[in-house]
């Protein structure tokens, strides 16, 4: 079981709150990704979880029980970290075996869990070298292999990919996805990065300044962004916004079309602007649509096969029935 409920959760650093009271709940089994712009207290939220910082006010319950106070050895939780915390002396089996020897497991079972733990990662052939002789991401394994093993009720990730190259990075946000597919045990996994976010999640939990924005699948957030904070920073490249006139023809304060949501022609159409920048990406090209008066620049993605270049003036419509519409205080106009 792997169900965590907060219950009016708050952190505060003296008289500087950085979480307000929250309320979530994390289902058994669930992947949920944490994320939001550095410093809006994702990974504050994710070490209050798991007993490394105190809660100022609420409670925590792992599976109905109240751990607002256990240590973090007695929440049944295990933590990946950024960085790899791996014993530079030890082979990547003693690395491994190491959080099962403290715990006083038999070495027939902790063998038997090495095993099964190195097959799940393809560490199988690695098991007698050290960390210096492997791969960033071979290193970041071994690292969930020591979390694998103590067959914990969760496991929290807090930004696991983020020393990686961004090849190892694709690579190693498939096999965590994998990873949760073959052993359906809860995770909680911190990023900054919203597309690991909308790729691996069940739930996403958007975190501004503590708070949390929304909660949903990642198609619910995509399509249905509770506010213009979600709608501007869920999506890539980002939702295009709008004020002023653009925005209250619709009667709204403010707008929001996505990229691919906005058809180019070069004769006519509802806004007029100029090429700046475009991105030619073989499936996609991305144009940066400068000089429509409606804002500094305008994301457009387009057919791979566009032929338009820098200069060229350009019509832009949107799709009517996909324009998002926000309110003074950017909350969603149903």
Known sequence: MGRITLEGVAKRFGDVEVIPPLNLDIEDGEFVVFVGPSGCGKSTLLRLIAGLEDVSDGRILIDGTDA???????????????????????????NIAFPMKMAGIPADEQNRRIEAAAKALNLTNYLDRRPGQLSGGQRQRVAIGRAIVREPSAFLFDEPLSNLDAALRVGMRLEISELHNRL?????YVTHDQVEAMTMADK?????????EQVGSPLDLYNAPKNAFVAGFIGSPRMNLFSGPAAAEYGAETIGVRPEHISVSPDSGKWKGRIGVSEHLGSDTFLYVEDTGLAETITVRSDGEVNLRHGDTVWLTPNE????????????IA
């Open 204 to 212: 996403i939990v958007v975190l501004h300044a503590g708070r949390i």
């Open 321 to 332: 029935d996909k324009i998002h519409r926000f309110d003074k205080a950017g909350d969603r």
């Open 184 to 188: 359906k045990t809860t995770m909680i």
């Open 68 to 94: 607002t106070d256990a240590s973090p050895a007695k929440r049944g939780l295990a933590m990946v970290f950024q960085s790899y915390a791996l014993y530079p002396h030890m082979s990547v089996r003693k």
